[in-house]
């Protein structure tokens, strides 16, 4: 007599009738990856594609009879300011100047401090050690307050802007970059192309660099949000991009004057940018 061998089941339920635990275990990230990803993608988008319409007036050039304008007036979307520039204009403009910024900021890090933490993890020795001394005196320093010194010496301009946050990125990047480079030439095919006569540069571009850059691009997006951070609080303080250039920094400085009249000087650029941009980063670092 044959013996019938029972379904395999699952909590209960046959196999083929169980649920996908995979598929709605990745639910949840997948929402907290896609949801942030496309506020941030609307906003970038918005940034640069809305000042390209004719009717939307310049960042600079409104007129003090139209001043302090409250929000939905005709004309003004979300109002003007004391000089009556409008600021939808001022805010596209403003978020155009801080992702350019942390666009520029993360490679010019990238590029350097990879390059710095390659160089230091392969060769070891006297090197290692001499650039992971220098790179801890910056890092001693809490991030805000070395932009806030390197800005106050370089003085407020959109390049120095760029080198002042460089400068506080490339210790970051250059240690993530020395620990893979650690890692990756203890293997065997880094022997391997030392036996087949491969010069140390060939090595580290061909082989090392390679694997160091996912964990360094991961980094990176968090980075990305912390720069655009402190971008704005350079600004605020009048250490970053110099008026009439507007930005969310210096947008929120010049409204605080204003905030018991007309507080949405100071909300409207304020709750923009910042929080989308780390809630992208680090639902990307998780899923």
């Known amino acids: 007599m044959a013996v019938r061998t029972p379904e395999p089941t699952v909590a209960g339920l046959p196999a083929a009738a169980a649920p996908s635990r995979t598929r709605s275990a990745r639910f949840p990230a997948d929402l907290d990856l896609w949801v942030p990803g496309v506020l941030f993608g609307l906003i970038a988008l918005a940034c ?8 939307l007036p310049g960042p600079n050039d409104g007129s003090l009879s139209e001043a302090l304008q409250p929000l939905f007036s005709p004309g003004h979307v979300l109002g003007t300011d004391p000089l ?34 390659i160089l230091a993890g392969f060769k070891g020795g006297l090197i290692d050690a001499t650039i992971m001394r220098v790179l801890d005196v910056f ?18 301009s959109l390049p120095n802007l760029v080198g002042t946050l460089t400068i506080v990125t490339v210790p970051m990047y250059a ?8 890692k ?3 293997h065997v095919y880094i022997s391997a192309a030392r036996v087949a006569g491969q010069r140390d540069l060939a090595i580290l571009f061909r082989h090392i660099a390679p694997n160091a850059a996912a964990p360094v691009l991961t980094a990176s997006l ?18 970053g991009i110099p008026p009439p250039d507007p930005t969310w920094g210096n947008m929120i ?7 018991s009249t007309d507080p949405a000087l100071v909300l409207i650029p304020r709750s923009c940018p910042q929080s989308h941009i780390r809630r992208v980063a680090r639902s990307i670092m998780a899923w």
Not at 48 to 55: A, T
Not at 97 to 105: A, E
Not at 139 to 156: D, E, H
Not at 253 to 259: D, F, H, I, T, V
């Open 253 to 259: 400085a010049r409204g605080q004057s204003n905030l």
């Open 222 to 239: 968090l980075a990305f949000g912390v720069v655009i951070v402190v971008e704005a609080t350079l600004s605020f303080l009048g250490l």
């Open 175 to 182: 240690r993530i970059a020395r620990a893979t480079t650690l």
């Open 48 to 55: 640069f594609l809305l000042p390209m319409i004719p009717s």
């Open 84 to 117: 009556g520039n409008d600021i939808l204009s001022r805010l596209l403009h403003g978020g155009q100047t801080s992702l350019i910024v942390g666009f520029c900021t993360n490679v010019a890090g990238i590029v350097i401090g990879g390059f710095i933490g």
């Open 139 to 156: 890092m001693a320093f809490p991030a805000l307050v070395l932009a806030i010194v390197v800005a106050t010496y370089l003085g407020p």
């Open 184 to 186: 990756q030439r203890e």
